[in-house]
């Protein structure tokens, strides 16, 4: 390769995105793993069912933008650690909802607590206008889907 390359993987939005979602969930990963023993996907199911209520898999799965089997495995963790409950809809016998037990709703509640302590924290970075407009542009990204396929 003689010409030298000019892109620069540091300015790269995809990449400073994920570097910035790595970094600023870190901390948050830590207290959720050590406490509960729970991955990602484990959290923003219960958290899902903990802020909305009564949902089926596939309902977060929409919700929370995440693949029906990851879905599928968190419920399954949370359902052994006694955390969620599984209910057939008597309608129709293939629709599950999921609810969070007492006990499930004591660790959203405890996750929550920390969830909010851990954002002021990290906005604190930053003026109130300045997490506002991060706050909407990254909204506004989430919304986008990205720019397509051909691009």
């Known amino acids: 390769m003689d010409e030298k390359d000019d892109f620069d993987l540091q300015e790269f939005l995809p ?4 570097q910035a979602a790595e970094e600023a969930s870190l901390a948050f990963q830590q207290v ?13 199911v219960l958290f899902h069912l903990g802020i909305y209520g009564e949902l089926t898999a596939g309902e977060i799965g929409a919700r929370a933008r995440i693949h029906k089997t990851k879905v599928s495995r ?19 016998r293939r629709r599950e909802t999921l609810r969070l037990t007492a006990q499930g709703e004591a660790a959203y509640r405890d996750l929550r607590a920390v969830a909010r302590d851990y954002d002021a924290r990290l906005v604190a970075e930053f003026a109130p206008e ?4 991060l706050r909407r542009m990254l909204r506004r990204l989430a919304r986008s889907g990205g720019v397509g396929d051909d691009a």
């Open 15 to 18: 990449y400073l995105l994920n």
């Open 32 to 44: 959720y793993k050590r406490r509960y023993g729970m991955l990602r996907t484990d959290w923003r």
């Open 74 to 92: 968190a419920v399954a963790r949370l359902e052994a650690w006694r955390f969620l409950t599984r209910a057939t809809d008597a309608a129709d």
């Open 130 to 133: 300045e997490a506002a407009l």
